[in-house]
């Protein structure tokens, strides 16, 4: 803000000149006290100036109706949704999001510096905030390669551009307790400069989450529990209540969500496909199953607004009052959550389910293949069960990160030399094969609940370093998918019988695509239709929990480039032992 729009700002508050809109007898949503009240709003160029009687030069009447702050999604990472930036803001703003604050570090584990610069540049003069974190774990953990490696000394100058806000979640709880010196260096670089450090704290004992927030790592994503919480707002972080397309806590956290406490907490997607969004919404449907499971809709609102503002430092943004920016939505319903139009810094954006004006620019962009894997043949995916007695299996659990790890007898399978993916026992063979610097790294495991009856599944989505994992009942198809992934330059395919039944090409990083979302509904609305072709029983995303098959921060059991891992343990395992 100039000092001439803060003088102008005062005196039309003043009433000394007249407001630019004037929204009258509606009824605000006040998230600092939890309650509603009726009044007129004035807005003078893209700030809210008043609460009261005003008069502007356009005035419009919505009695009967609701306004609330726009919506702010706490912790994304929309790389995710398959999508660049200029496009994703696009079905967001739909949803009444106007402000996001995402982690790159999906681009980041392909890309490096680099891809945290597109996403960046990507977001860049449109009607919608995007607000960054700086990846703090490039890769993840030692125990996989990534496509880049980001030290402190990296991530620094980064801090200087003012859409930056702090570090992102740290999940090499390892390095943190160790203090490995440029773990620290990350950390102790965000603590001079007094920017929030986000958490990921899945299973951590109470031990662990201390060590967090005496490192003033400040908010979490990872809770499972409302138990969970507690113990983490009792200890002064905020905890981000997330609902994903694969991670859906909401409905076991809201429990432990009370006016005590929810000042506390915030709303996020972490990771959702744009379709996912599409169909059920995004941080609006967060607050519609708030409400439903208890919440009043005033919370609710409070969550996905000024808390993740203040949590942030978003200064001027999250509620409907003088001198705060006037992003808002017009909502035909607050029990229901129904919205009707949204407002991006004083200016319609979006009326009656539709944008007011769609940005339809092209962005060219630049960047060499990713794909980077050697001419694979089915020996590559032999498991040899001689001389052993036991194999770990990791055990999916529909709609969460977490995985059990499962032990069965040798003597329990039909070849008891190699192991061959069973569709009967619903046990089939997974690989991640390292895709960015062709080190022809294969690791190799046994997986249980993905339910293929044939065929195979591959993508180049596979948190965090996102190699390329696939998984099939046989392998000949597995290295027939391979070798589309490759051919295409990165996405999901599914193959059945040496046949490609169906795909989805994702050329930037083997992440998202420059395509238009209503290109990218239909290539995943045809994978998940076909997908029942090859596995009728499936009901969760296979393609996402396949993609979190590979993250070795999250329990039980887990598999990279370089084998099977004992997350619990923090260590390496053989497949059969």
Same mark, same amino acid.
């Given at each position: 803000?100039?000092?001439?729009?803060?003088?102008?700002?005062?005196?039309?508050?003043?009433?000394?000149?007249?407001?630019?809109?004037?929204?009258?007898?509606?009824?605000?949503?006040?998230?600092?006290?939890?309650?509603?009240?009726?009044?007129?709003?004035? $807005?003078?160029?893209?700030?809210?100036?008043?609460?009261?009687?005003?008069?502007?030069?356009?005035?419009?009447?919505?009695?009967?109706?609701?306004?609330?702050?726009?919506?702010?999604?706490?912790?994304?990472?929309?790389?995710?949704?398959?999508?660049?930036?200029?496009?994703?803001?696009?079905?967001?703003?739909?949803?009444?999001?106007?402000?996001?604050?995402?982690?790159?570090?999906?681009?980041?584990?392909?890309?490096?510096?680099?891809?945290?610069?597109?996403?960046?540049?990507?977001?860049?003069?449109?009607?919608?905030?995007?607000?960054?974190?700086?990846?703090?774990?490039?890769?993840?953990?030692?125990?996989?390669?990534?496509?880049?490696?980001?030290?402190?000394?990296?991530?620094?100058?980064?801090?200087?551009?003012?859409?930056?806000?702090?570090?992102?979640?740290?999940?090499?709880?390892?390095?943190?307790?160790?203090?490995?010196?440029?773990?620290? #260096?990350?950390?102790?670089?965000?603590?001079?400069?007094?920017?929030?450090?986000?958490?990921?704290?899945?299973?951590?004992?109470?031990?662990?989450?201390?060590?967090?927030?005496?490192?003033?790592?400040?908010?979490?994503?990872?809770?499972?529990?409302?138990?969970?919480?507690?113990?983490?707002?009792?200890?002064?972080?905020?905890?981000? /209540?997330?609902?994903?397309?694969?991670?859906?806590?909401?409905?076991?956290?809201?429990?432990?969500?009370?006016?005590?406490?929810?000042?506390?907490?915030?709303?996020?997607?972490?990771?959702?496909?744009?379709?996912?969004?599409?169909?059920?919404?995004?941080?609006?449907?967060?607050?519609?199953?708030?409400?439903?499971?208890?919440?009043?809709?005033?919370?609710?609102?409070?969550?996905?607004?000024?808390?993740?503002?203040?949590?942030?430092?978003?200064?001027?943004?999250?509620?409907?009052?003088?001198?705060? $920016?006037?992003?808002?939505?017009?909502?035909?319903?607050?029990?229901?959550?129904?919205?009707?139009?949204?407002?991006?810094?004083?200016?319609?954006?979006?009326?009656?389910?539709?944008?007011?004006?769609?940005?339809?620019?092209?962005?060219?962009?630049?960047?060499?293949?990713?794909?980077?894997?050697?001419?694979?043949?089915?020996?590559?995916?032999?498991?040899?069960?001689?001389?052993?007695?036991?194999? #770990?299996?990791?055990?999916?659990?529909?709609?969460?990160?977490?995985?059990?790890?499962?032990?069965?007898?040798?003597?329990?399978?039909?070849?008891?030399?190699?192991?061959?993916?069973?569709?009967?026992?619903?046990?089939?063979?997974?690989?991640?094969?390292?895709?960015? #610097?062709?080190?022809?790294? /294969?690791?190799?495991? /046994?997986?249980?609940?993905?339910?293929?009856?044939?065929?195979?599944?591959?993508?180049?989505?596979?948190?965090?370093?996102?190699?390329?994992?696939?998984?099939?009942?046989?392998?000949?198809?597995?290295?027939?998918?391979?070798?589309?992934?490759?051919?295409?330059?990165?996405?999901?395919?599914?193959?059945?019988?040496?046949?490609?039944?169906?795909?989805?090409?994702?050329?930037?990083?083997?992440?998202?695509?420059?395509?238009?979302? #209503?290109?990218?509904?239909?290539?995943?609305?045809?994978?998940?239709?076909?997908?029942?072709? $090859?596995?009728?029983?499936?009901?969760?995303?296979?393609?996402?929990?396949?993609?979190?098959?590979?993250?070795?921060?999250?329990?039980?059991?887990?598999?990279?480039?370089?084998?099977?891992?004992?997350?619990?343990?923090?260590?390496?395992?053989?497949?059969?032992?």
């Amino acid at each position: 803000m100039n000092k001439q729009t803060y003088i102008e700002n005062i005196k039309a508050s003043s009433k000394q000149i007249p407001c630019d809109l004037v929204i009258k007898n509606i009824t605000i949503v006040d998230v600092f006290q939890n309650s509603t009240f009726v009044s007129d709003v004035a $807005i003078h160029g893209k700030y809210i100036v008043g609460l009261g009687k005003y008069s502007g030069l356009k005035e419009i009447d919505y009695t009967g109706k609701y306004i609330c702050p726009g919506l702010v999604d706490g912790h994304a990472h929309i790389e995710s949704s398959l999508l660049t930036p200029r496009e994703y803001y696009k079905t967001a703003l739909l949803h009444g999001i106007t402000s996001i604050i995402i982690d790159p570090h999906e681009i980041a584990n392909v890309l490096g510096i680099d891809g945290i610069k597109l996403m960046i540049n990507l977001s860049q003069n449109i009607p919608f905030d995007f607000y960054f974190m700086l990846p703090s774990c490039v890769p993840s953990t030692s125990f996989e390669n990534s496509g880049a490696i980001l030290k402190s000394s990296h991530l620094k100058p980064l801090y200087e551009n003012e859409k930056v806000l702090g570090l992102a979640e740290v999940m090499d709880i390892h390095s943190l307790l160790t203090c490995e010196e440029d773990m620290i #260096n990350k950390l102790f670089d965000a603590y001079e400069k007094d920017v929030i450090i986000d958490g990921h704290g899945a299973g951590f004992d109470l031990d662990k989450l201390n060590a967090y927030a005496s490192a003033y790592i400040k908010t979490d994503h990872e809770c499972h529990s409302y138990e969970e919480l507690i113990e983490r707002v009792r200890r002064g972080m905020y905890v981000h /209540i997330r609902e994903g397309t694969v991670a859906k806590n909401l409905k076991e956290l809201v429990k432990g969500v009370s006016i005590h406490n929810s000042r506390k907490l915030c709303l996020c997607t972490d990771d959702k496909h744009i379709d996912d969004i599409l169909k059920y919404g995004s941080i609006d449907n967060s607050i519609r199953l708030c409400i439903k499971h208890g919440l009043n809709p005033e919370i609710s609102i409070q969550m996905a607004t000024l808390n993740p503002c203040e949590c942030y430092s978003l200064k001027r943004k999250g509620a409907i009052a003088p001198g705060y $920016i006037a992003d808002f939505l017009i909502l035909d319903s607050l029990q229901d959550f129904k919205i009707s139009e949204v407002y991006k810094n004083g200016s319609l954006v979006v009326k009656d389910n539709s944008l007011v004006n769609e940005n339809n620019d092209s962005f060219k962009i630049n960047i060499k293949s990713s794909i980077n894997i050697p001419n694979l043949k089915e020996e590559n995916f032999k498991i040899s069960l001689k001389g052993k007695s036991k194999i #770990n299996v990791i055990e999916i659990i529909p709609n969460a990160l977490e995985t059990n790890h499962l032990k069965f007898d040798v003597s329990s399978l039909d070849n008891q030399d190699e192991f061959v993916s069973s569709p009967e026992k619903d046990l089939l063979k997974i690989g991640v094969i390292e895709r960015h #610097n062709n080190t022809n790294n /294969i690791g190799l495991g /046994i997986v249980k609940g993905l339910k293929l009856n044939s065929g195979a599944i591959a993508t180049t989505i596979a948190h965090d370093s996102h190699n390329l994992i696939v998984c099939g009942a046989n392998d000949k198809d597995m290295v027939i998918a391979c070798n589309k992934i490759k051919e295409f330059g990165g996405g999901i395919v599914i193959v059945k019988d040496g046949e490609l039944l169906s795909s989805l090409k994702l050329e930037i990083g083997g992440l998202i695509t420059n395509r238009k979302t #209503n290109e990218v509904i239909k290539d995943l609305e045809k994978l998940h239709h076909v997908i029942k072709e $090859i596995s009728p029983d499936i009901n969760f995303n296979p393609f996402l929990t396949l993609s979190f098959l590979s993250l070795p921060v999250i329990p039980e059991i887990k598999i990279t480039d370089k084998g099977l891992f004992d997350v619990k343990n923090f260590k390496f395992i053989d497949v059969a032992e």
